[in-house]
């Protein structure tokens, strides 16, 4: 309906969380169970908070990246499905089908000076963020991840859980996304989105809405 620079290819910050969802969403057994590394628990930036002491679904992972844009939830994902490097050359394969050329995925989690990212090895566009989105609104458990507002992430218990006999703790976690029913913000007819901000990148955003039986994407 309209664009400014469309094709102008800037840092993503975590809005890249959305292309590491799509891809791998299809690939990931939801209910699979994760333990993350220590690296991965101690990973630079936002984080849901995790240690190496649990393990995490698969799907619990896809919501703290998407709601809380958990760095840490985006690299234990790596985890599940073979590694970093792996998990990398498929989110970029998956760029290329979507014909999305602008876009080139250094992390998984949208990080780009901490990890030595420029726009020359992680970018993206807003007409490719666009195409993303719509490649997850096809994706039934995205939508339902972006579409969130809240849930509850384990943890380990507290001595007063411990001695109620409880093996697991947890706390709630909240969609960054304000826009979504109950929020601040409430945009009607919204259905999620991606936010992103990082000193470098400073804030990005793509999302959707649906009103009157048609559907809009912005980034």
Known sequence: ??????????LPASTLKALT??????????????RPTRRTCDVEGSKVGMTPKLKYKVADLFRATLMVSGN??????TQAYGGYRRALDTMNAE??????????????????????????TQRTSAYDLALIM?????????????????????????????????KIGGYPIYSHDRLLPGQVYAYPGMIGGKNGYTNAARQTFVGAARRGGHTIIIS
């Open 1 to 10: 309906l309209a664009a400014r620079d469309p094709h102008g290819r800037y």
């Open 21 to 34: 969802a799509i891809a791998l969403i299809p690939k990931l057994d939801a209910d699979a169970l994760v």
């Open 72 to 77: 840490d939830a985006a690299v234990a994902l």
């Open 95 to 120: 760029a290329r089908r979507l014909q999305a050329n602008d876009t080139l995925a250094g992390s998984p989690n949208g990080l780009d000076v901490d990890l030595g990212l420029s726009v020359k």
């Open 134 to 166: 719509r490649q997850g609104l096809r994706l039934p458990d995205f939508r339902d991840y972006v579409g969130t507002v809240n849930a509850r992430w384990p943890a380990p218990p507290t001595k007063k859980q411990r001695k109620q006999g409880k």
